[in-house]
């Protein structure tokens, strides 16, 4: 599976990005897809998951309620719709797909994931 995420950009806090990932050269609805971000100096971080058919979602705490990871599995894209950004939130963007067995697994574990696009770059001033 080929990722490709878009849609970063400088925004200040408060306002709002979507994220886009699009996949090609698999069946896209038989992966699990995900959104991780790593900070400059930080580790990679877990960021929102959602199950192949979209049944199932999951968020890190840091981002609920704010962010929504949503897909379109005719389309082949996963979507990370970011509100309320927060200077905190700065940070690359990767999105992530794995291969999965059943329609509700979700994962927030990197080493989970067999793919991953280069990332995009969000922005946030204060």
């Known amino acids: 599976v080929q990722l490709q995420a878009s849609g970063g950009g400088l925004v200040q806090a408060g306002a709002s990005l979507r994220l886009s990932c699009a996949a090609s050269?698999?069946?896209?609805?038989?992966?699990?897809m995900g959104w991780f971000r790593q900070a400059p100096g930080k580790e990679r971080e877990f960021v929102a998951t959602?199950?192949?058919?979209?049944?199932?979602?999951e968020y890190a705490d840091s981002v609920k309620g704010r962010f929504t990871i949503s897909r379109d599995n005719a389309k082949n894209t996963v979507y990370l719709q970011m509100n309320s950004l927060k200077p905190e939130d700065a940070a690359v963007y990767y999105c992530?797909?794995?291969?999965?067995?059943?329609?509700?697994?979700?994962?927030?574990?990197?080493?989970?994931?067999?793919?991953w696009g280069l990332g995009t770059l969000v922005t946030v001033s204060s």
């Open positions: 992530a797909a794995a291969l999965a067995v059943v329609d509700y697994y979700v994962s927030n574990v990197p080493h989970h994931y067999d793919y």
């Open positions: 050269g698999r069946t896209f609805s038989n992966y699990v």
């Open positions: 959602i199950s192949r058919i979209g049944s199932r979602t």
